[in-house]
């Protein structure tokens, strides 16, 4: 069964960088059927999709994102990982990280999450 584990940066002050990381165990990041991405979950608010690295490593962004997010693999390791420039509060959220179906385009196995919070 494939499992996943965020890893990463938990306080972060703003205009720094925030960098998570997405150990998948029980898969391959290659797999063709799949795809990877990253959503978060501010507080109070519903989940917002960050942006997806597929089985051959193309990524695409949210389109509002695309200068301050970059997503990328290490395919040695089964892991991927998010970095997010230039924090601001607005930042703060629970990350995480799934498994989508390329079938569905929808996120399947997800790992627990991660609390992010961008304070100085």
């Known amino acids: 069964q494939v499992q996943l584990q965020e890893s990463g940066s938990g306080l972060v002050k703003p205009s720094q960088t925030l960098s998570l990381t997405c150990t998948v165990s029980g898969d391959s990041i290659r797999t063709t059927a799949y795809a990877w991405t990253w959503i978060r979950q501010p507080p109070g608010k519903g989940l917002e999709w960050r942006g997806v690295?597929?089985?051959?490593?193309?990524?695409y962004y949210k389109t509002s994102l695309t200068s301050r997010t970059s997503i990328s693999r290490d395919t040695y390791k089964n892991q991927f990982s998010l970095q997010l420039n230039s924090l601001t509060p607005e930042d703060t959220a629970v990350y995480y990280c799934?498994?989508?179906?390329?079938?569905?385009?929808?996120?399947?196995?997800w790992g627990q999450g991660t609390q992010v919070t961008v304070s100085s």
């Open positions: 690295i597929d089985y051959d490593g193309s990524t």
């Open positions: 799934a498994r989508v179906d390329r079938k569905w385009w929808a996120p399947g196995y």
